[in-house]
Nanobody, 113 residues
Framework: QVQLVESGGGLVQPGGSLTLSCAAS????????MGWFRQAPGKERELVAV???????NYADSVKGRFTISRDNAKNTVYLQMTSLKSEDTAVYYC???????WGKGTLVTVSS
């Protein structure tokens, strides 16, 4: 059974940083395309970042230069390092695996002073 468990969300001030983790079980992150999505209140879920099984990364324009997606194959975990956070980054962040369309339950990030 596949499980994706996100952690690391919380309250952070504008300009601050957070790192989200997505611990996977039942699949191997290094041989799958993994991504982070987010959904802000009243808005549709949107793609934030992806890392392919070959290690290529891609980002939404709104987070380029501020967010970094990575993975630790030994820990079977995908990360999203977020810096220079803005209020508009406030959302529930979800981990996603593309081939099987698996989703985690999400972790809330709130950027506010």
């Amino acid at each position: 059974q596949v499980q994706l468990v996100e952690s690391g969300g919380g309250l952070v001030q504008p300009g601050g940083s957070l790192t989200l983790s997505c611990a996977a079980s039942g699949l191997i992150v290094s041989i799958n395309d993994m991504g982070w999505f987010r959904q802000a209140p009243g808005k549709e879920r949107e793609l934030v970042a992806v890392i392919t099984r070959r290690g290529y990364t891609n980002y939404a324009d709104s987070v380029k230069g501020r967010f970094t997606i990575s993975r630790d194959n030994a820990k079977n975990t995908v990360y999203l390092q977020m810096t220079s956070l803005k209020s508009e980054d406030t959302a529930v962040y979800y981990c996603h695996e593309d081939r099987g369309n698996y989703w985690g339950k999400g972790t809330l990030v709130t950027v506010s002073s």
